[in-house]
């Protein structure tokens, strides 16, 4: 969909920049925007701004300060405003994605239990997903990091109500 929102419209800019390869070019353009949105900016724009940067992290630590902001900014995002976005958007199908970054992040931490909390989180909320190939991967990308935890720690549980 084609917004007349300025700021995503750049932000989309970074991310094809990203898609094509060109992490630098991307992380540049999205620092640009963040400072010129960040703080106290719309929580839509900080949210996937945040999300999509993160994965541009080259150090574990960098990238989990950026997913806890999109997750931060995402509890101020309402369904409206992300509908003015895409109409079938809801925030709630954010949350399995967020969550799981979290969970990965956590993981490459080696804290094991922020990474079983996040999973857990990210199931409670993949009701949200459609039945498509985005939360397709969302729910596949789930299990390859719940199964990676159990064989770490299989009397630990995963969060699916399993050990």
């Given at each position: 969909?084609?917004?007349e929102d300025k700021t995503m419209q750049h932000i989309e800019e970074a991310m094809r920049m990203q898609h094509a390869g060109d992490l630098d070019g991307a992380r540049q353009r999205f620092t640009?925007?963040?400072e010129e949105i960040s703080p106290d900016g719309d929580?839509?724009?900080r949210c996937v701004l945040a999300h999509y940067m993160a994965d541009l992290q080259p150090d574990p630590r960098s990238e989990l300060a950026w997913d806890l902001r999109a997750?931060?900014?995402?509890a101020s995002v309402t369904d409206d405003r992300a509908k003015q976005h895409d109409s079938s958007l809801a925030?709630?199908?954010?949350?399995?994605s967020l969550?799981?970054?979290?969970?990965?992040?956590?993981?490459?931490?080696r804290d094991t239990a922020q990474a079983r909390t996040?999973?857990?989180?990210?199931?409670?909320h993949l009701d949200a997903l459609d039945d498509d190939a985005y939360g397709h991967g969302i729910r596949s990308a789930i299990e390859r990091l719940a199964s990676r935890l159990a064989e770490e720690d299989p009397a630990t549980p995963t969060g699916d109500g399993t050990a």
């Amino acid at each position: 969909m084609t917004t007349e929102d300025k700021t995503m419209q750049h932000i989309e800019e970074a991310m094809r920049m990203q898609h094509a390869g060109d992490l630098d070019g991307a992380r540049q353009r999205f620092t640009e925007i963040w400072e010129e949105i960040s703080p106290d900016g719309d929580p839509f724009h900080r949210c996937v701004l945040a999300h999509y940067m993160a994965d541009l992290q080259p150090d574990p630590r960098s990238e989990l300060a950026w997913d806890l902001r999109a997750l931060d900014a995402a509890a101020s995002v309402t369904d409206d405003r992300a509908k003015q976005h895409d109409s079938s958007l809801a925030i709630r199908g954010f949350y399995p994605s967020l969550h799981l970054n979290l969970a990965a992040d956590f993981h490459r931490l080696r804290d094991t239990a922020q990474a079983r909390t996040h999973l857990a989180q990210a199931r409670e909320h993949l009701d949200a997903l459609d039945d498509d190939a985005y939360g397709h991967g969302i729910r596949s990308a789930i299990e390859r990091l719940a199964s990676r935890l159990a064989e770490e720690d299989p009397a630990t549980p995963t969060g699916d109500g399993t050990a």
